[in-house]
């Protein structure tokens, strides 16, 4: 008996807990299920507090700025605003803000310097970057990369349109050769007209050559420095004329004359003949088969 009452304590013991698990689970689920909802109870407030009042204003007086302190520790502006502004108009409320603190920095700057402590930065001050070097490098490369990138894209921009203005300039300029043609075509067709309608006669037939000043085509009798008479290059060529350009040649002939020779048969030079064979001057008896061919 002793035994299985234990045994039933111990299983109610186990079920006890589980219960208790449960309850606490469905708690939590409702509790997370509300704040997801959106209704989120707040806790009230302890009816056991205790708002002491005195000592919240010994620690306001031990925390807060000495009476005799110096304006410079504090650095306070006062702005009274001259006339209340409507905190729902946006641009009203940030003209005020803007007004309050260009106000209060004037008061600042003019107590300082009635002070004479200095405040601005000193022109030979240098504050340490919050950037390094090496990043400021990076920087300034890819600015420079960027720049350069703009410039020849303003280069290659301004060749396109260089290009394209001078294909309409000599598109331009092919479309007056052509109307220049035509003309000079009409007119010639013109002039064969006249002729025949007067039979080829040959008076007053001439063909007007008229250029653009008016005057017909006139030889100039200006003689250039350095060119002959005779020479129609206009001083192109070197001795100028049809003689020039001979003695040219003829110079040429003789040159080569005198170091390949004047043609004629070249072969059979070291051919013996009579005279050479019979010709023994050159020949000494001593030498002959007194030297033994050397292997």
């Not at 075509?185 to 007053?204: A, D, L, M, P, T």
């Amino acid at each position: 008996m002793g035994v299985a009452d234990r045994e039933v304590d111990l299983s109610d013991e186990d079920e006890l807990p589980r219960g208790k698990m449960n309850e606490d689970y469905g708690s939590e689920s409702e509790s997370e299920s509300d704040q997801e909802d959106g209704d989120v109870k707040l806790l009230e407030p302890s009816k056991n507090s205790v708002y002491n009042t005195d000592g919240l204003l010994d620690k306001l007086a031990d925390i807060s700025w000495p009476q005799n302190l110096a304006w410079t520790d504090k650095l306070s502006v006062v702005f009274e605003q001259a006339q209340e502004v409507d905190v729902n108009d946006d641009l009203a409320r940030e003209l005020a803000f803007y007004t309050q603190a260009l106000e209060g920095t004037r008061q600042a700057f003019e107590e300082l310097q009635k002070m004479g402590v200095p405040f601005l930065r000193p022109s030979n001050y240098y504050a340490e970057m919050v950037k390094s070097d090496s990043h400021m490098e990076k920087v300034k490369g890819r600015l420079l990369a960027e720049k350069k990138n703009i410039e020849e894209a303003e280069e290659r921009k301004k060749a396109r349109d260089a290009k394209k203005l001078a294909k309409e300039v000599q598109a331009q300029k092919q479309k007056e050769r052509a109307k220049q043609k035509k003309e000079d075509i009409e007119s010639v067709k013109k002039w064969r007209k006249q002729r025949q309608k007067s039979g080829f006669s040959g008076k007053g037939d001439d063909f007007p050559l008229d250029f653009e000043d008016g005057k017909a085509f006139e030889r100039s009798s200006k003689k250039r420095p350095g060119v002959s008479p005779g020479d129609r290059s206009g001083g192109k060529s070197r001795f100028g004329g049809k003689k020039g350009m001979e003695n040219r040649m003829k110079k040429k002939r003789e040159f080569r004359d005198s170091k390949f020779g004047s043609g004629g048969k070249k072969g059979m030079k070291k051919q013996n003949t009579a005279a050479t064979t019979n010709d023994i001057r050159d020949f000494n008896k001593s030498d002959s088969g007194t030297k033994k061919r050397k292997r």
